[in-house]
T-cell receptor
Framework: AQTVTQSQPEMSVQEAETVTLSCTYD???????LFWYKQPPSRQMILVIR??????QNATENRFSVNFQKAAKSFSLKISDSQLGDAAMYFC?????????????FGKGTKLSVIP | KAGVTQTPRYLIKTRGQQVTLSCSPI?????VSWYQQTPGQGLQFLFE???????NKGNFPGRFSGRQFSNSRSEMNVSTLELGDSALYLC?????????????FGQGTRLTVV
């Protein structure tokens, strides 16, 4: 079974600064997907960024980028130019690429606070 | 394009009762998954449906069940409610097609068991 670990229960960042959220995972599979989801107080889970394991290039979406280290099974999220609206719970998630399943395995989450 | 719709948004039930939650996926999406979110256990996978068939089931007791209809709408049912079933229940839909990788979530149903 796959596991996802987020070792930082809470983090804070000054507005306009950069912050990195950590995520490690354990799997014996070679093909999979990794995601970062954001859950604001409204509770809606919003996809921030995704990474296909077969791609060596790190994914980037505007101010959000990842550092994907497949051998180390590490998948960190970097948020640049932090904004007040970035304050939320962030969840790292894993999905196997095989068997046609969309089942996600989540980490426990990191609560990000943005200080004005 | 409408997102994933979950009803009701809030629910209060008494221990021992049963409850049914509903999820309408994004139009065209045929895969629906359910998750339970609690402060202690985090997000845990309940089950996944595709084409009215359960494809995957998480490690939950038989009191938790679900189904999917021909229009892809899904319901989950919890019988004989326990206090520990209090949680946010999230539904996610997926396109289930080549090149499609992500799941889209609804806003959840907050269930409180008293």
């Amino acid at each position: 079974a796959q596991t996802v670990t987020q070792s930082q229960p809470e983090m804070s960042v000054q507005e306009a600064e950069t912050v990195t959220l950590s995520c490690t995972y354990d799997t014996s599979e070679s093909d999979y997907y990794l995601f970062w989801y954001k859950q604001p107080p409204s509770r809606q889970m919003i996809l921030v960024i995704r990474q296909e394991a077969y791609k060596q290039q790190n994914a980037t979406e505007n101010r959000f980028s990842v550092n994907f280290q497949k051998a180390a099974k590490s998948f960190s999220l970097k948020i640049s130019d932090s904004q007040l609206g970035d304050a939320a719970m962030y969840f790292c998630a894993y999905r196997s690429a095989g068997a046609g399943s969309y089942q996600l395995t989540f980490g426990k989450g990191t609560k990000l606070s943005v200080i004005p | 394009k409408a997102g994933v719709t979950q009803t009701p948004r809030y629910l209060i039930k008494t221990r021992g009762q049963q409850v049914t939650l509903s999820c309408s996926p994004i139009s065209g999406h045929r895969s629906v998954s359910w998750y339970q979110q609690t402060p202690g256990q985090g997000l845990q996978f309940l089950f996944e449906y595709f084409s009215e068939t359960q494809r995957n089931k998480g490690n939950f007791p038989g009191r938790f069940s679900g189904r999917q209809f021909s229009n892809s709408r899904s319901e989950m049912n919890v019988s004989t409610l326990e206090l520990g079933d209090s949680a946010l229940y999230l539904c996610a839909s997926s396109l289930k097609a080549a090149g499609s990788t992500e799941a889209f979530f609804g806003q959840g149903t907050r269930l409180t068991v008293v």
